[in-house]
């Protein structure tokens, strides 16, 4: 029997090898990388899943021969493969550092956790007798709302400590009118004027705001989007601005808008009959703020409520305005 199958086996082999030189021709060595249309899609798939089988194969490369070599790796472990479990591993020289699904690497909550126990450290503990008065309630003197832009941080920029300050920051630090309905800046804005009662309403603005940009550009053409639709509230800001400055281009028209959003926001507060209503009595006061951080100064201006006006064409005249630089 053997006689009648030897000579098919040689005749089979001389059939593959054509094949296997094409195959090698094409350096088809790194199997995650083969492309299905080509010519060696055929072993490719072949290696693919015989790779698949062989949990102990990490990579294949060409040596020095035709032939594929095999680089093996040794057992995974438990903890690396629970650590594999929670995102993908990026290979970056001989480190390897965990990704999550967002391409985040997992690392910088290394340096997160390391300020936080710095925080607690030589923050709260030192500080303890006022975070242990925290437990008890917060009764901020500020409501602040400023733009969701990661360089403008409020406590950064003006010191605020834990309880001092109730924030939102939303796209542009735009606050819409009353009668726009429901929405996350309102909210914040009643609980912190009913409920907590705060003195003062800061809204701060900033240079080269991505949000009054995308105002500025914006065109009555029909395209719609979550932003698009969010930074209307400061069209009059933007429609006034174009009135006074056509003259100017792009950038100091948003330089300007960035101003005037603001003054548009003030008198956007007073549409809300629990603030206008606290403004009127003199329990409350709101201010407009202005960061520019390319020269690190800072603009601080309060509206004049007796003279300003929603009614009357939308008229905000501002006092006790000053530089800090």
């Known amino acids: 029997m053997a006689w009648l199958i030897r000579p098919n086996a040689r005749l089979l082999l001389s059939a ?6 094409t195959f090698d021709s094409f350096h088809c060595s790194h199997f995650p990388d083969l492309p299905d249309r080509s010519v060696c899609s055929f072993p490719g798939k ?5 790779a698949m089988r062989m949990n102990d194969v990490d990579d294949i490369q060409s040596g020095p021969s035709s032939s594929p ?19 993908l591993q990026e290979f970056t020289g001989s480190k390897v550092q965990n990704v999550n699904n967002s391409g985040e690497r997992l690392d910088l909550f290394d340096e997160l956790k390391r300020r936080f126990l710095s925080f607690k450290k030589h923050k709260y503990l030192e500080e303890l007798e006022h975070f242990q008065t925290l437990k008890e309630a917060q009764s901020p003197k500020f409501m602040v709302i400023a733009c969701a832009d990661s ?33 996350e800046t309102n909210a914040a804005l009643e609980f912190a004027v009913k409920t907590l009662e705060v003195e003062n309403i800061l809204i701060i603005g900033h240079s080269c ?8 550009s ?16 400061g069209k009059i800001a933007k429609l006034r601005t174009e009135a006074a400055a056509n ?23 007073l549409t809300y009959p629990w603030i206008k209503d606290r403004v009127r009595k ?44």
């Open 247 to 269: 003259h100017l281009n792009f950038d100091q028209q948003c330089r300007i808008c960035e101003k005037e959003s603001i003054n548009h926001s003030l008198l956007n507060l």
């Open 209 to 216: 705001c991505g949000g009054i940009q995308t105002l500025m």
């Open 16 to 21: 593959i090898r054509p094949l296997r030189a």
């Open 69 to 87: 070599k095999i680089i093996r790796r040794p057992p995974v472990s438990s903890s690396e493969a629970s650590s594999k479990s929670l995102g």
């Open 151 to 183: 360089r403008v941080c409020p406590s950064t920029i003006l010191g605020f400590r834990p309880g001092e300050a109730f924030m939102i920051r939303n796209v542009a630090n735009l606050v819409p009118p009353v009668e726009s309905g429901p929405s």
């Open 218 to 233: 914006m065109r009555d053409n029909g395209d719609s989007s979550f932003i698009k639709s969010w930074v209307t509230n």
């Open 282 to 325: 003199g329990l409350l006061f709101v201010h407009g703020g202005y960061y520019d951080f390319l020269n690190c100064t800072f603009e601080k201006w309060t509206l004049d409520f007796k003279g300003s006006s929603v009614e009357e064409r939308g008229r905000s005249l501002v006092r006790d305005q000053e530089l800090w630089c």
């Open 46 to 50: 072949w290696f693919r899943s015989k």
